[in-house]
Each structure stands twice: as C-alpha cells, then as structure tokens.
C-alpha cells in the first residue's frame, strides 16, 4: 500500500501511439516520456490534433499504446481502471440521458455502495451551481450546464487523480473562473493530481504546477514549462493580475510557438 501511495500519480513512457486509418497510418504520438506526481496539476497544451485526448484516453485505459508503457499509481492503466482510481471529465459530458442531474452525479457512488449519498450528491451540485436543476434531465440543459454535472460526477469520490479534457470549453467566461477556482480549491482539499487538457494558455498558467507544451503531429513533448508563480501567493483571483502570471504566459505562449509558424487552434488571449 505504500507503494501505491509513493508511486507518481501517472507514468507514461517512451509511449508511441498509431492509429490505422483507411487513408493509411496516422502517427498521433511519439516518444512520450512524461511523469505527474501524487497531488501535482499537470496542463497539456498544443495545437489541435497533436494527440492530447489521445494521451488522456492512453492514460485512462480507453486505448492502448502502440509502443511504451502507461502505469497509474503504480499499477498498469487498465488495473486503475478497475480499481478506479482516477476521475474523468471529458470534453463531451458523457452523461446517461434517462438519469436526472441528481443520479448521474451520484452514479460512481452508486456503484461503489457508498453511504450517506444524497447528502455528497447535494454536496456536490451546490458547487457546480446546479442545485435547482437536481431533478431535470440532461436533455433539458445547456452544454454548459452538462459539462458542469460531469465534472461534479467525477469528483464525486474525491479521487486522488482527475483526468480532464478540456473540461470548461463549453462554459462562458465567468463560470469558467468560477470552476477553476473551484478546482483549485478541490485539489488543495484533496491532494488530487490532475492531469487537464486545454486550449488557453492563461487557463493552463493558472492552474498548473507545470504546463507540458505539444508539437503539431506527430505530438510530441516540445517543452515542460515549470510555473514559477509567486510561491507565497495562494491561486486566488489576485493571481490573474499579478506579473509572475503574465510573465508564465508568454513563457508558455513562447515555449508553443517556437520552431514553428503558426499555431492553430490555441488561445491566446
Ligand atoms: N480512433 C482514431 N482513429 C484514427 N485516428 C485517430 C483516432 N483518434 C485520434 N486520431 C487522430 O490522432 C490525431 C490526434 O488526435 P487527438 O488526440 O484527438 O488530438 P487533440 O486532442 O490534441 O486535438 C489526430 O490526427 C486524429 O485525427
Ligand atoms: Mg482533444
């Protein structure tokens, strides 16, 4: 047991991943060395394409890798699959559409028998702001509003590792913040890893422990850009006009253009 709790949250190594497609083979990954320790917030960024929800779905156990190993805690990716070690929020919501808001949040906890569920499950939707909508369906809400019940079901069980796909795409700009800090707040509760897929830099900046930048395909890992954000200053809103957060931005901005032209697909802003 101890291993599992010393063992880095995700191991991914020398990991290649090819996908054959009719118009031939398709080299979505190569040469993938990457670790994220036990409570550490780890950002992929890069252009579209470049093999991000590819190396989520690897580490989720959802496909497997042309070459290279994946281990999570320790154990091999379909192992903390069935031990279910990790939560998934991806970027459809994937919810069952014939469970109200309320069951599909409290769904994993169903399934593992836990106690005292109505009360986690509320719990839970009051943070994502959706305790009116408890009872409605998913067809009844926004993309917004889905993606937030699928990121309330995936904290359902605090794990102790998140993998998020670009969880806030779908949201407006104010509930976006509001979830990030939200985020931050579960992680620094929970000691939680997370691995969190996204297209904003200044979102990635704020907040990751280091923010892995992608190549266009065959992705690759261009560069590890560590946040040096001001260590005695919690990530709170006072961290979005601080320099540290500018200066990490254009390092990370920096780090995604160099080498190549044009970036496509990848906010700036
Ligand atoms: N199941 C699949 N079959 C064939 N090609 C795929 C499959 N999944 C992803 N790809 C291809 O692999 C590359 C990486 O895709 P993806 O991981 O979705 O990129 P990203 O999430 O960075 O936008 C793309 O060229 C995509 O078309
Ligand atoms: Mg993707």
């Keep these: 047991m101890s291993d599992t709790l010393s063992a880095p949250a995700v191991t991914v190594a020398g990991v290649d991943k090819t996908f054959e497609t009719r118009e031939g083979l ?3 990954l190569e040469a993938i060395d ?28 959802l496909d497997q890798p042309t070459a290279g190993t994946v281990s999570v805690f320790g154990k091999t990716a379909k192992q903390a699959r069935l031990d279910q070690d990790y939560g998934i929020a991806f970027q459809q919501a ?31 939707l009051d943070m994502v702001g959706l305790t009116d909508f408890a009872g409605r369906y998913p067809d009844q809400l926004s993309g917004g509003m889905q993606q937030r019940v699928a990121i309330a ?7 102790s590792l998140l993998l998020m796909d670009e969880p806030f795409g779908a ?8 979830m990030q800090t939200e985020l ?8 939680a890893a997370v691995v969190f897929v996204t297209h904003s830099i200044p979102e990635a900046v ?36 601080d320099t540290s ?25």
């Design 206 to 241: 704020y907040l990751s422990d280091r923010v892995v930048v992608m190549s266009p395909r065959p992705g690759r890992i261009r560069e590890i850009v560590p946040m040096r954000l001001d260590q005695t200053q919690d990530r709170t809103d006072a961290l979005r006009e």
């Design 94 to 124: 994937g919810l069952l559409p014939w469970r109200t808001v309320a069951q599909n949040v409290g769904l994993p906890l169903e399934l593992h028998g836990v106690a005292g569920r109505a009360a986690r499950v509320a719990e839970l």
């Design 171 to 178: 949201l407006d700009e104010m509930t976006r913040e509001r």
């Design 184 to 191: 931050v707040r579960i992680c620094a509760e929970t000691g």
């Design 153 to 159: 079901r995936s904290l359902a069980e605090k794990p």
């Design 245 to 269: 957060y500018f200066e990490m931005i254009t390092a990370v901005r920096e780090a995604l253009h160099g080498g190549a032209p044009t970036t496509r697909g990848v906010e700036t802003r």
């Design 26 to 28: 398709v080299h979505a």
């Design 34 to 61: 990457l670790e994220v320790k036990a409570g550490e917030f780890v950002s992929l960024i890069g252009p579209s394409g470049c093999g991000k929800s590819t190396l989520m779905r690897l580490i989720a156990d």
